[in-house]
Structure formats: structure tokens, C-alpha cells
């Protein structure tokens, strides 16, 4: 994290990856999309290194886990099913 940042970011937000991306990268753009997917990545490799092991392992985890880069890519997608699963709820009831 650089100086700017400091600030920004909440103490127990230090080690949230989510947050990190949504006013790191998003908001404010101190940190570009492809330092924060290598910094997903690594901290992927780090944390789950007994478990990743083999091909077959590393997918599942990758699939499963909420610090996977696999799903911590998906936040806007995330978001945006989110949003249509209400909209449609609301207009159920319209």
C-alpha cells in the first residue's frame, strides 16, 4: 500500500481484499486493476498453498473459497445479479 492510502482504508479493512478493490481501485484509482489482480493472485498462492497442489485441487478451491481470485473477480458481477434478482422481486409484487 502506498502513502495515499493511508487513511482511506479502515484498520480491520487491511487484509479485506474486497474492500481494498472497492476504494482502491474503483473509487479512487490508487491501484491499478493489474497490481490488484497480482496481489489477488499471489495472496491466492500463499494462503491455499497445501491445498493447491494439484490441477483438480487448485480449481475447486479457486471456485470455492471467498479469496479466490476466481471470485473476488466476480464482485461486479456479482453486484449486478444482486440488483436484477430485486428488481424482479419488486415487480413480482407490482
Not at 476504494?23 to 500463499?46: C, H, K, P, Q
Request: hydrophobic share 45%; net charge negative; with cysteine.
Amino acid at each position: 500500500m502506498n502513502e495515499a492510502s493511508v487513511g482511506i482504508l479502515h484498520t480491520n479493512d487491511r487484509y479485506n481484499l474486497e474492500a481494498q478493490s472497492s476504494l482502491l481501485v474503483s473509487r479512487y484509482g490508487l491501484v491499478s486493476n493489474e497490481t490488484w489482480a497480482a496481489t489477488v493472485d499471489a495472496n491466492f498462492m500463499i494462503e491455499f498453498w497445501p491445498f493447491i497442489q494439484s490441477n483438480q485441487t487448485k480449481t475447486c478451491v479457486n471456485s470455492v473459497m471467498l479469496n479466490s481470485p476466481n471470485n473476488l473477480f466476480k464482485l461486479g458481477a456479482k453486484a449486478l445479479a444482486v440488483t436484477a434478482t430485486v428488481i424482479i422481486t419488486l415487480n413480482l409484487y407490482v
